[in-house]
């Protein structure tokens, strides 16, 4: 599975939204409705499915879906 | 009365005084008891005497100032027994010492294992709990950390600490249905303070309203209660186990 396809899923499952919903504009809080201990909890499973530390002063740079994606896909890239 | 069967129950430092009184009582309500202390062969022992007593009980080796350690140790749990309802952070020591001869070693020791400790382990379960969407964390506090005691300022600002870090986790938590409180103990009748001479629990008798001192299954009770559906609406409260003495 591809780096976007995974995270699309691991924020589907962690946030209870449907597919059609995530796609790379949708804002975490704004459009799907996370809250402060979601976000930390969606890095957090980015972090263990992608095997890599996102330091604290990095999250603030993945607001949306795509903002993740890009951020993963430089990193692991 | 408060049955707690398949519920799986963490508590530090309960190899033996108010932690191992709270694990056999969450062992007579039918719980998984989870004894986590330092010393192997007091692990062993207690968890022997739970099993004697008809109880489901397992114990691990962890130091809960070591934060890896307890991460993994939780992992293990969690993968060995099930999701953790309950963590009972109750490991905690004294080093008493009048301020003008209290050293930092002293003042460190404490505040490393009673209050970081509750820092990590709280931590650490609930990455578990916010999965699971519920939890009940009980912090094992003091009358001291209430109301303060002559050589004990260490331990009461370790103390102290715990109840305003059980409000602050209570609040944060809360979201997830993971709710947070503290128990205070008063005087309780334990090793420690078997120590003493008949005057001076004589003198500490005299201004406890209900005129004796606890034991250490009274604060089990209240842990009990407090892991149970019985205390469903309460979060991030500290109550008072002391037979009155810091009514206000």
């Keep these: ?77 | 009365m408060h049955e707690l069967t398949e519920q799986i129950v963490v508590i530090t430092g309960s190899a033996r005084g108010i932690g191992f009184a709270i694990a056999q009582r969450f062992a007579s309500a039918l719980a998984t008891v989870i004894i986590i202390d330092l010393n192997a062969e007091l692990v062993d022992k207690a968890v022997k005497s739970l099993r004697d007593q008809g109880g489901k009980a397992f114990g691990y080796i962890g130091n809960v100032t070591d934060g890896k350690m307890i991460e993994e140790l939780f992992a293990q749990i969690v993968k060995e027994h099930g999701p953790i309802d309950t963590l009972v952070n109750n490991a905690g020591v004294t080093r008493d010492n009048l301020m003008l001869r209290m050293k930092e070693e002293e003042w460190q020791l404490v505040m490393d294992i009673n209050l970081k400790g509750t820092f990590i382990c709280t931590q650490k379960v609930f990455k578990h709990m916010m999965k699971a969407r519920q939890g009940s964390i009980i912090n094992i506090a003091s009358v001291i950390g209430l109301m303060g005691n002559a050589g004990q300022a260490n331990y009461a600002a370790s103390k102290g600490g715990m109840i305003a870090f059980t409000k602050s986790c209570a609040k944060e938590f809360s979201s997830r249905n993971v709710r947070v409180n503290a128990v205070a103990p008063g005087f309780i009748e334990t090793e420690m303070t078997a120590a003493l001479s008949e005057d001076v629990r004589a003198s500490y008798a005299k201004v406890i309203p209900l005129g004796k001192m606890g034991t250490p299954d009274d604060v089990a009770k209240v842990c009990l209660f407090l892991a149970s559906e019985f205390s469903s609406y309460i979060t991030g409260q500290t109550i008072a186990v002391d037979g009155g003495l810091t009514m206000h």
Excluded: C
Aim: aromatic letters at 6%; glycine letters at 6%; charged letters at 35%.
């Design chain 1, 1 to 77: 599975m591809d780096i976007e396809a995974k995270v699309k899923q691991i924020v589907m499952d962690k946030l209870g939204v449907e597919e059609a919903q995530v796609v790379p504009a949708a804002n975490f809080i704004e459009d799907l409705r996370a809250d402060s201990l979601d976000t930390v909890e969606l890095v957090m499973a980015f972090e263990d499915e992608f095997g890599l530390t996102i330091p604290d002063e990095d999250q603030d740079k993945l607001r949306t879906v795509g903002q993740a994606i890009d951020y993963l896909k430089e990193k692991l890239g």
